[in-house]
């Protein structure tokens, strides 16, 4: 990895590792404070609470298992080979860090605990936690990467 390609690369990388560090840190707190599906009154209605998601966004795909972990790597690959094949667009690396720091997050929970800690659960919206706001501004990112660079995928070089 050289040039603008190469920083590109490291910067995502380091954007992955820091939202992969600061998920895992929160849900460790979470996990370490709270008992399952114990809750706290936040603020406005919002509440700090212990809940086990094995589905995916919004629970959704509840007993998915395998089926949830090989969407989510194939769905990771093909981000990472785009960005392999247009490293120069404009802000890319701050949609693939963010996409790819909140899905490795939350794989390691499916991995380790078969489940994703939730902790944020505001009212009538579903728990979720920092992988998923990470996931949720990576998608805008890339929205916004994708009309700022014209739609068009460079060439690599």
Do not use: C, Y
């Not at 790597?73 to 963010?98: D, E, I, N, Q, T």
């Not at 009212?123 to 996931?135: G, K, R, S, T």
């Amino acid at each position: 990895m050289r040039g603008a390609s190469g920083r590109g690369w490291s910067a995502a990388l380091a954007l992955a590792a820091g939202v992969v560090a600061l998920d895992q840190l929160s849900k460790a707190l979470v996990r370490g404070s709270l008992e399952r599906g114990e809750r706290v009154d936040l603020v406005l209605g919002v509440d700090l609470a212990r809940i086990s998601n094995r589905g995916i966004a919004f629970g959704f795909l509840g007993d998915g298992g395998a089926v949830v972990l090989v969407v989510t790597l194939l769905a990771l690959a093909a981000m990472l080979v785009w960005f392999a094949l247009a490293p120069h667009r404009p802000g890319l690396w701050v949609a693939v860090g963010l996409l790819a720091g909140g899905a490795i997050g939350n794989l390691i929970d499916r991995v380790r605990l078969d489940a994703v800690t939730d902790f944020i659960d505001p009212p009538l919206w579903p728990a979720f936690n920092v992988a998923d706001v990470a996931i949720t501004l990576g998608a805008g990112a890339l929205v916004v990467s994708v009309l700022w660079g014209g739609g068009k995928v460079a060439a690599p070089g």
